[in-house]
């Protein structure tokens, strides 16, 4: 059985202190499907496209066994497109634009024989879009969720209805807050999990992520990275690698839980290393596994000398 993926596929336009790039590949889908393709196969992505989408980044994605049958091409019409500036503290980005494109009458139609997906990994996209996904599948029994601060600021009421329908929900520190109003993260991961997802994973960008599962909490930490080129997408390969791990080993103990969390942080490590998404293209096996060897390294200590 396949991985569902949804979300954005688009155009970014972005600039850092070291480079700037103009409609390079981008979307939630895009990263969490290339992140997540290095575990399952095949990864179904649904998603909307203009016909001004190079086929030189469809190419790509087949060739990574995407199935892009739930990819709609919608014929003279534009891909959206973000822009996004970091600034010289690269956790800190401004939204430069925002071009919906063809999503704005985008309505996710979930081909026949991706409809009886078991793991769904729900991208940024509107919440009320992602529902419309979830009514479509028809046994889901583990739904991954990520959102961003628009939605919580626009689209609140949606959110708090799909969150009732996730297992897992990915959100980063500052969304956390803002979707609790809570500054005290612990607490703020106890209001969001009453509200439906038993699981919730909180990035704090270069500093790791939190995960909250029944009493347990994991904290793991970010690859120390001496340079980092375009945090774009960090996010969603992380939730690519976590979903693309579970759904791989089909084991939702909490264990591998903590795993799939580590595996998620090593696909995001790679996927900022390069612009756009080249660095999450055409990684290997031993480098998966080499660092997430370095994970625990980083990680682990003797309880006495
Ligand atoms: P991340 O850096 O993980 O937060 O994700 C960055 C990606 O999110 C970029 O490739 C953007 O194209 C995409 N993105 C930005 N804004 C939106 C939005 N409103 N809806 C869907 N995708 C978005």
């Known amino acids: 059985?396949?991985?569902?993926?949804?979300?954005?596929?688009?155009?970014?336009?972005?600039?850092?202190?070291?480079?700037?790039?103009?409609?390079?590949?981008?979307?939630?889908?895009?990263?969490?499907?290339?992140?997540?393709?290095?575990?399952?196969?095949?990864?179904?992505?649904?998603?909307?496209?203009?016909?001004?989408?190079?086929?030189?980044?469809?190419?790509?994605?087949?060739?990574?066994?995407?199935?892009?049958?739930?990819?709609?091409?919608?014929?003279?019409e534009k891909t959206f497109r973000w822009g996004g500036k970091y600034h010289y503290d690269l956790n800190v980005r401004d939204t430069l634009f925002t071009e919906l494109?063809?999503?704005?009458?985008?309505?996710?139609?979930?081909?026949?024989?991706?409809?009886?997906?078991?793991?769904?990994?729900?991208?940024?996209?509107?919440?009320?879009?992602?529902?419309?996904?979830?009514?479509?599948?028809?046994?889901?029994?583990?739904?991954?969720?990520?959102?961003?601060?628009l939605w919580i600021n626009i689209m609140k009421q949606d959110l708090l209805k799909l969150l009732t329908r996730v297992n897992v929900f990915i959100l980063n520190d500052s969304e956390a807050r803002l979707l609790t109003e809570e500054p005290n993260l612990i607490k703020a991961a106890n209001l969001i999990r009453e509200m439906g997802p038993e699981i919730l994973i909180i990035?704090?960008?270069?500093?790791?992520?939190?995960?909250?599962?029944?009493?347990?909490?994991?904290?793991?930490?970010?690859?120390?990275?001496?340079?980092?080129?375009?945090?774009?997408?960090?996010?969603?390969?992380?939730?690519?690698?976590?979903?693309g791990y579970l759904h791989q080993t089909r084991d939702l103990s909490i264990e591998n839980m903590k795993r799939a969390v580590i595996y998620g942080s090593t696909l995001a490590s790679f996927c900022v290393e390069k612009f756009s998404t080249k660095g999450i293209e055409d990684l290997s096996y031993l480098q998966i596994q080499d660092r997430f060897r370095e994970f625990i390294k980083i990680s682990s200590f003797n309880e006495s000398n």
């Open 1 to 76: 059985m396949s991985l569902l993926i949804v979300g954005s596929v688009a155009l970014d336009s972005v600039e850092t202190p070291f480079d700037k790039i103009d409609d390079a590949l981008g979307g939630s889908a895009t990263y969490i499907s290339l992140a997540a393709s290095y575990f399952s196969a095949p990864i179904d992505l649904v998603g909307v496209v203009g016909s001004d989408f190079p086929k030189e980044y469809i190419e790509m994605l087949e060739k990574r066994n995407i199935d892009l049958e739930g990819l709609q091409i919608i014929e003279g």
């Open 203 to 243: 990035k704090k960008g270069e500093h790791g992520a939190l995960l909250f599962i029944n009493d347990t909490i994991f904290s793991a930490p970010a690859y120390p990275m001496e340079m980092i080129f375009d945090p774009t997408g960090a996010g969603d390969s992380f939730a690519g690698g976590f979903t």
């Open 101 to 149: 494109n063809v999503f704005q009458n985008f309505n996710p139609i979930i081909p026949e024989n991706f409809k009886k997906s078991r793991y769904v990994c729900l991208g940024n996209i509107g919440p009320d879009l992602q529902l419309r996904v979830l009514d479509q599948v028809s046994n889901p029994q583990f739904v991954v969720c990520d959102t961003m601060n």
